[in-house]
C-alpha cells in the first residue's frame, strides 16, 4: 500500500504562484509516473500534468490550458512530485489531486490517489 500527501494548497490572488507537493510512502519497488489532477466544481476531474519514468530519462506532459503556466518535477530520493504553478487564472481554481502508478514485481502497475489540496485563485 502507497499513501500520498499532498500539501501546498492555498488562496492567492490571479497573477501568482503556488507550489504543490506530493509524497509518496509505504511499500514502493519502482515509480512508473507521478501526475496531479484537477477537479473543479461542477466539472469532471481532469489531468494537469504527468511525469513518466523512463529507461532514457523522465518525460513529462501538460494539459494545453495550463502549458508554459504550470511545470511538474519528481525528486527520486523524496518519491515526491511537485508542482509550480504560476501566473495563476481564477480558471485554476480546483481540488488538485496526486496520483502514482506503482509497479510490482509480484502483482503489475497498482495506481494510488492523494486526497486533494485546495488551489483558490480569486483577488
Known amino acids: 500500500q502507497v499513501q500520498l500527501e499532498e500539501s501546498g494548497g492555498g488562496l492567492v490572488q490571479p497573477g501568482g504562484s503556488l507550489r504543490l507537493s506530493c509524497a509518496a510512502s509505504?511499500?514502493?519497488?519502482?515509480?512508473?509516473?507521478m501526475a496531479w489532477y484537477r477537479e473543479a466544481p461542477g466539472k469532471q476531474r481532469e489531468l494537469v500534468a504527468v511525469?513518466?519514468?523512463?529507461?532514457?530519462?523522465?518525460?513529462?506532459n501538460s494539459a494545453d490550458p495550463v502549458k508554459g503556466r504550470f511545470t511538474i518535477s519528481l525528486d527520486d530520493n523524496k518519491n515526491t512530485v511537485y508542482l509550480q504553478m504560476d501566473s495563476l487564472k481564477p480558471e485554476d481554481t480546483a481540488l488538485y489531486l496526486c496520483?502514482?502508478?506503482?509497479?510490482?514485481?509480484?502483482?503489475?502497475?497498482?495506481?494510488?490517489w492523494g486526497q486533494g489540496t485546495q488551489v483558490i485563485v480569486s483577488a
Open positions: 496520483n502514482a502508478n506503482v509497479y510490482y514485481l509480484d502483482s503489475g502497475s497498482v495506481t494510488y
Open positions: 509505504g511499500r514502493i519497488f519502482k515509480i512508473n509516473s
Open positions: 511525469i513518466t519514468r523512463g529507461v532514457s530519462g523522465d518525460t513529462t
